[in-house]
């Protein structure tokens, strides 16, 4: 089996490659194949069984690993858009971070950092989510962060067997989700 994973950044892709990594028959890194997030730029790279990846750019790529393997599977893991927003913001407040990345972080389209093209940025990766979900619902589990805690029903989607799923990263349940905030519904 070949997993990638994304979400928008900022809500759980590096505790969630860090968790599948941790799992028998698996080697999964966190953005260890910095692509592109422009398709037109780069091909991902030949992906081997038992191998992964997460990271915010493998929404421009699951459509065709997802076509190309007939193993692969995706995660697309969320969180609350204000959160995401939030943290972003605080991890760009270091200006140094924002201009010096390998590739072009959030906001993908604006010239400046602001709360509003970085919520602008995530409202569209959640779209295009969305239309992938449609396209390819057998092959994409989409998960809360969250449900990092208590991760059973992900290991039972990709069929390993783990008596004792030690979570890697503790999140913050929420208290209740509204459907309209839910992907996954």
């Known amino acids: 089996m ?64 997802l076509t190309t393997y007939g193993n692969a599977k995706a995660i697309h893991i969320w969180r609350e858009e204000e959160q995401v927003v939030e943290s972003f913001w605080a991890y760009l407040k270091d200006r140094k971070r924002y201009t010096q990345a390998p590739w072009k972080p959030y906001p993908f389209d604006h010239h400046e950092a602001t709360k509003d093209a970085i919520a602008t940025t995530v409202r569209r990766y959640m779209a295009i989510a969305g239309v992938l979900k449609e396209r390819y619902r057998e092959l994409i589990y989409t998960m809360h962060t969250d449900e990092l805690n208590a991760p059973a029903d992900l290991l039972d989607w990709l069929g390993i067997y783990n008596p004792d799923p030690t979570p890697v990263h503790v999140h913050k349940l929420e208290e209740k989700l509204a459907p309209m905030q839910n992907p996954r519904l």
């Open 2 to 65: 070949i997993v990638i994973g994304y979400g928008t950044g900022r809500c759980g892709t590096k505790s969630l490659a860090l968790f599948l990594n941790k799992q028998p028959g698996l080697r999964v890194t966190h953005e260890g194949l910095p692509l592109s997030w422009f398709p037109a730029l780069c091909e991902p790279p030949y992906l081997k069984d038992g191998t992964g990846d997460v990271g915010y750019y493998w929404l421009q790529y699951a459509q065709k690993v």
